[in-house]
T-cell receptor, first 114, second 114 residues
Framework: AQKITQTQPGMFVQEKEAVTLDCTYD???????LFWYKQPSSGEMIFLIY??????QNATEGRYSLNFQKARKSANLVISASQLGDSAMYFC???????????FGKGTRLHILP | EAGVTQSPTHLIKTRGQQATLRCSPI?????VYWYQQALGLGLQFLLW???????NRGNFPPRFSGRQFPNYSSELNVNALELEDSALYLC?????????????FGDGTRLSIL
């Protein structure tokens, strides 16, 4: 079974609109962390935002926020006021308990249209 | 603060050869991770090094190996190269490997096998 599921392989959004990228996860460990990374066409991976399983509030970083719904095991990334530079591949990832590796979803390719 | 640096940017090899990829973590980071991003397969965890020791490895054959040096930089070695080893190899570092510190990625080494 997939640990991280990103159901949107591709999305097209008009510039300045808000974007929600879906991510659901599967774990039985009560302690885990959720990450979102952005990968532009140049290939580098850029850390965007982190949410811990015990965090009481949804994480926010500038235009990025994480809509964390623990009971639904959902950690959607919301990008407000999208910009052309937001066009990239976005990966949702999870780290369970004291495990070392991060498990990545297959990614969502976001295209921002002018 | 310098980010994670990887070298070379591109590497072209032929089948059966050996490749060495290098990574320097962010200053102060002790954990280094290696990932393979093959076309269409997403990010696959390869290896994790912390304090000079290999802590975990992903589901890759033994011809993928590496090491971490006393200054926490790391090498990934791939022996007996095969065509399917063509991929982007990403290195990431984090403050340590035991908490939910985000992993910060380098720009990657694109390995092409002819």
């Amino acid at each position: 079974a997939q640990k991280i599921t990103q159901t949107q392989p591709g999305m097209f959004v008009q510039e300045k609109e808000a974007v929600t990228l879906d991510c659901t996860y599967d774990t039985s460990d009560p302690s885990y962390g959720l990450f979102w990374y952005k990968q532009p066409s140049s290939g580098e991976m850029i850390f965007l935002i982190y949410q811990g399983s015990y965090d009481q509030q949804n994480a926010t970083e500038g235009r990025y926020s994480l809509n964390f719904q623990k009971a639904r095991k959902s950690a959607n990334l919301v990008i407000s006021a999208s910009q052309l530079g937001d066009s990239a591949m976005y990966f949702c990832a999870m780290r369970e308990g004291r495990d070392d590796k991060i498990i990545f979803g297959k990614g969502t390719r976001l295209h921002i249209l002018p | 603060e310098a980010g994670v640096t990887q070298s070379p940017t591109h590497l072209i090899k032929t089948r059966g050869q050996q490749a060495t990829l290098r990574c320097s973590p962010i200053s102060g980071h002790t954990s280094v991770y290696w990932y393979q991003q093959a076309l269409g397969l997403g990010l696959q965890f390869l290896l994790w090094y912390d304090e000079g020791e290999e802590r975990n490895r992903g589901n890759f054959p033994p011809r993928f190996s590496g090491r971490q040096f006393p200054n926490y930089s790391s090498e990934l070695n791939v022996n007996a190269l095969e065509l399917e080893d063509s991929a982007l190899y990403l290195c990431a570092s984090s403050l340590d490997g035991y908490s939910n510190q985000p992993q910060h990625f380098g720009d990657g080494t694109r390995l092409s096998i002819l």
